[in-house]
């Protein structure tokens, strides 16, 4: 306990406010792609100067309730499959017991710069793969032409939903598929890993449920938000055991993220499918540089390269611009989709009462 409280950093009144746009621009993001948001907040409060394992165990206890105010707005609208949601969620709160006890032990071993260390390298990877795999998805569709439809599942998903096993087949009304109940034990077990390792785990739920099971765009993104508040419950519980959770941090960036959650949801009911794909893939990349450039400096911290001062001051404060980039993007896009969805609506309204 002592040791985890000596980590908790110093908040002045800029640090909250700095706190809650960037927890209004999480949960914005997160209303709308579906993700908790953490791979916004986490690297931003990393920035900050809080730890990595500190950033995650907060987030994940600020996530869970600002998942349920999403899911709930989500479900109002019919994007919510609260079955697939959960059956996955049973496997991923054992993938977050899991995450975390690999967290807690790194970061005995080796202190901040080991879990920061940790926690940048899985970001790094995790958002440039899936990233660039969901900006190519996303300019294939664009380029079809199919910006008004329901993408098709992919080919690995139509395989999935062919395979017969006696006892294990699930219908998911809202998502329209019909698969095994264990093609979503591996896929639940890594979004709950990946989860309490970085506080995010729609970088794995939202794509497996859209290109390997074969849900909608929008279903996996609103069904990731029902996982999210299972997943962000458990490791709140488990982090908090070991004293890990700053309260504080959990309840600013909630307080400013409940209000970007329900825009987020909003923003959806008037954007084409590809629009989320390009909104995820934007930030992920643009994260995975900011976390990237960070590599260096808890490298040198644990004395395993040199580096002068200013290039780890240097380092940092790149870091930091292209956090902000991303910030900006992601709100940018969101906000600028939700008002020419909202205009478009308008004038076709407008068009239908003047033509009566």
Same mark, same amino acid.
């Given at each position: ?192 890993? @990946?989860? /309490?390792?970085?506080? #995010? $785990?729609? &970088? =794995?739920?939202?794509?497996? *449920?859209?290109?390997?099971?074969? +849900? ?106 292209? @956090?902000? /980039?991303?910030?900006? #993007? $992601?709100? &940018? =896009?969101?906000?600028?989709? *939700?008002?020419?969805?909202?205009? +478009? ?12």
């Amino acid at each position: 306990m002592e040791y985890a409280s000596a980590q908790f950093i110093e908040l002045a009144s800029g640090s909250v406010a700095a706190l809650l746009l960037i927890g209004f621009v999480g949960g914005l993001v997160s209303g709308f792609i579906g993700s908790g948001g953490a791979f916004v907040l986490t690297p931003a409060m990393m920035s900050m100067g809080v730890p990595g394992v500190i950033a995650v165990a907060s987030n994940m206890c600020h996530k869970f309730p600002k998942a349920l105010v999403g899911a709930c707005r989500r479900a109002k609208y019919g994007h919510v499959d609260v079955k697939l949601g959960l059956v996955i969620a049973a496997s991923a709160a054992v993938g977050v017991w899991v995450g975390a006890d690999i967290q807690q032990r790194i970061n005995a071993s080796f202190g901040e710069a080991g879990s920061n260390l940790y926690v940048s390298l899985a970001f790094v990877v995790v958002l440039t793969i899936v990233g660039g795999y969901v900006l190519l998805d996303a300019v294939k569709i664009y380029r079809s032409g199919r910006t008004h439809l329901e993408e098709k599942p992919s080919r690995l998903a139509r395989w999935v939903q062919s395979v017969e096993i006696p006892g294990t087949m699930m219908h998911f009304k809202t998502a329209g598929i019909r698969i095994s109940a264990l093609f979503t034990i591996p896929l639940g077990f890594a979004t709950g890993m @990946l989860a /309490a390792t970085i506080a #995010v $785990g729609g &970088f =794995i739920g939202v794509p497996g *449920m859209i290109y390997v099971l074969g +849900a909608p765009a929008l279903i996996a993104s609103a069904t990731e938000l029902v996982i999210a508040f299972v997943m962000g419950l458990g490791g709140s519980i488990k982090y908090a055991l070991h004293g890990l959770v700053d309260i504080r941090l959990a309840l600013i960036l909630l307080a400013g993220s409940l209000f970007g959650v329900q825009l987020g949801a909003i923003g959806t009911t008037y954007v084409r499918p590809y629009v989320i794909r390009v909104v995820m893939a934007a930030i992920m990349l643009i994260v995975a540089v900011s976390r990237g450039l960070v590599v260096p400096v808890y490298l040198a911290q644990l004395d395993m390269v040199d580096l002068s001062p200013g290039t780890m001051v240097g380092l940092r404060s790149a870091s930091f611009v292209f @956090l902000v /980039a991303a910030l900006g #993007v $992601g709100a &940018f =896009i969101i906000l600028g989709a *939700m008002l020419r969805g909202h205009r +478009a609506v308008v004038l076709k309204r407008q068009q239908t009462a003047a033509g009566e």
